[in-house]
Each structure stands twice: as C-alpha cells, then as structure tokens.
C-alpha cells in the first residue's frame, strides 16, 4: 500500500509505504510474520527487493492501520498535513496519482520518470530445493483462513515453521469439516526441512467434545536430504453444533537446518488454533501443484460466475453476506481509475484484463 503525504513544505510531497497484513501468503516463499519483529524484518526485505528509497510504516500486529484505512490491499491515499484525506483510491494508480498531484502543485517541469529514481532491485532470497514435495489434494468446498497464534517453542528457539490452517465453511458453519494445516520454512529466517532425521511431525490437543481424524500424524519421508516445500494435512474435525470458535493446540516436531549448514537443530513449536474467520489472513493467489485460477472461477455446481463475485465473496462460500457488501465501494473504487464517480465500458475492459488468467 503506499500512502501519499501532502504536506506544503518546499519539498513539496512526501511519500510513505505502509506495510500492512501480508496480502498474498507464499508468494516468493514469503509467509505471514508473527510478530512485530519479523513484520520489520519483511520491511527490510522489501527495501532490498524493491530498491526504493521511499521510507516505511509498519503497522502494528493488531492491523490497525489498515482497518482505519477500509482493509483494501493495495489502497492510496493523498492527505495534507493534518491528516484529512484530499483523494482516496482503493487500487493504487500511479498516472492518476500523477494528475492529482499536478492538480494541486503544477505539472511538474520536467516530471520525474522511473529510470531517474536508479533503484537496484534485488531478487527474494535463495533456498534449497523446492517442488520436490507434492502438494495436497484440497477439498472443493472453499475453505477460509482462520486464526492461529504461536503459543510456545521449546528453548526459546525461533519459529522458524509458519503455520497456515484453513477451514471449510461446514466447519465453520456446522461444526462438522476439515481443516487444512500447512508448515511453510520462513525464507526470511533462511532455513530448510533435514530429510535426513524423521519427518515433521504433529499432535493435536483437543478440548472435550471435539474430535480429529487423525488427530496425530506425520509429514511422509522425503528422499532429497533438504528442500523448502510445505508440509501440509488434512484433518476430519467434528465439534459439537452448539460451540461457536473452537480453539485448540497443534504440536510439531521437526528438525531444521540453515541454508548455510552451520546448524542443524531438532525444534518443537506449538501453534493455537481459533476455528474463526480471519480477515488479515491475507488469500492465495494460487499454489504450486494446484491448478491455476480462470477469468471466470469454476462452481460444480451452478456453473461459472465473474471476478468480481470471487472479490466480493471472500470467505469463499459462493455467496456474499451483508459484510461482504461493505467492501462494494472498494471495488466500485478500483474501478473507477478517473476518479468520475462513474465506471465506464473501458474502466471495466481495463480491470477485466488484469484478473488472473
């Protein structure tokens, strides 16, 4: 997101990037940061990756920022200096940032280009082997992500496994479904899974009344001695109708080694899982070894339907609630790249062809 900071001084603008909830999990390896630390950490990587001398806004742990500012991944503001936003865009638009910027200050003689800002990017960082590990077969009822906190890790080691649970909306609805775990090597701590000692393995601590299948297992064994693809299940959960936001412990145990090999440790983490949606979750766009989305997604069962239901269906249920509509305006927004109050045929042409193909 990048917030775009008035403020009438010879300088003229100042620009800011907010880092806010990770939007994309697992693109370029990157996966959701568990505290403020690794927030700083992603921020870091950023400036590396992006080469951009733009300063940073970290947002805290609670999203605050980017509940204030409506919750949109890639939304621009124009504020002066006491806070009060001249121009909002739900979808960041760098030719009408522009124009509104021209609109206030001039044209600017001459304007700067992106070759004149001498930025050197850098690619993500380098891991072992990846796509040596199969990916699971994921159900077709749509599962949503849902929250998980670190609870505890033995000797006080880092978290070096990122957890990612999603559930299917039976579960959330009926208390009866799976849920999906998937154990991702945090490529910012540079680490890999050693295939040379056991498997991954896990053990889920249940309250009274609910139950997994199967609620212990292991991660099958893996002939290339390292690599950084996920570990990831499926788990039969049943938990009685009655109890809303089930909560409940998952335990792993794995041994992780540096890219570098200068250590190789045995690691025990646990993880505390909250059967309820979770909006900062951020969505994949798609996975490795999964097939690859269409212009229009696929229903089994009523046929095909557009983008823009998918964006306004976000927690993936095939049908849109009344929060859902609250997010109406943010696409309404992104659409409206003139900023006219109006999307016009060749506004909607435009955001069509940038929807995954």
Request: charged share 25%; glycine share 6%; aromatic share 10%.
């Amino acid at each position: 997101m990048e917030t775009v900071h008035h403020d009438y001084t010879p300088k003229g603008v100042q620009f800011f990037y907010i880092y806010k909830a990770l939007a994309h999990p697992e693109h370029n390896g990157y996966v959701t940061p568990l505290n403020l630390e690794e927030r700083l950490m992603h921020v870091r990587e950023a400036e590396r990756t992006l080469g951009s001398k733009i300063p940073w806004i970290c947002d805290s742990m609670e999203n605050t920022l980017k509940h204030n500012l409506g919750n949109a991944p890639n939304s621009e503001f124009l504020m002066d200096p006491d806070g009060v936003i001249l121009k909002r865009r739900a979808w960041s638009d760098p030719d009408t940032l522009r124009n509104d910027l021209a609109e206030i200050f001039g044209p600017a003689n001459p304007p700067t280009l992106v070759s004149d800002l001498n930025m050197t990017t850098e690619p993500p960082p380098r891991t072992v082997a990846k796509g040596i590990v199969p990916r699971i077969e994921r159900p077709f009822d749509p599962m949503q992500p849902v929250k998980v906190t670190a609870k505890a890790n033995a000797g006080n080691q880092q978290f070096y496994v990122k957890l990612r649970a999603e559930a299917t909306q039976d579960l959330l609805r009926r208390g009866t479904g799976q849920v999906f775990f998937g154990f991702f090597m945090d490529p910012l701590h540079h680490v890999h899974w050693n295939n040379l000692t056991e498997p991954l393995r896990y053990q889920l601590t249940l309250p009274q009344g609910v139950q997994a299948t199967p609620s212990a297992g292991s991660a099958p064994s893996v002939e290339h001695p390292a690599d950084a693809d996920p570990r990831e299940f499926l788990i039969e959960i049943i938990s009685p109708s009655d109890r809303r936001q089930t909560t409940f412990d998952i335990t792993i145990d794995y041994f992780a080694c540096d890219d570098q090999n200068t250590f190789c440790v045995p690691v025990r983490q646990t993880f505390e899982v909250t059967l309820e949606a979770d909006r900062d979750a951020g969505r994949i766009m798609q996975r490795s070894g999964a097939s690859q989305g269409t212009r229009f997604s696929r229903d089994r069962n009523q046929g095909f339907y557009p983008p823009w239901f998918g964006q306004l269906d976000i927690n993936q249920d095939r049908s849109i609630d009344f929060e859902e509509l609250e997010q109406v305006p943010s696409i309404l927004g992104a659409l409206d790249t003139n900023q006219d109050g109006v999307v016009s045929r060749q506004e909607f042409r435009r955001w069509m062809m940038t929807q995954p193909d």
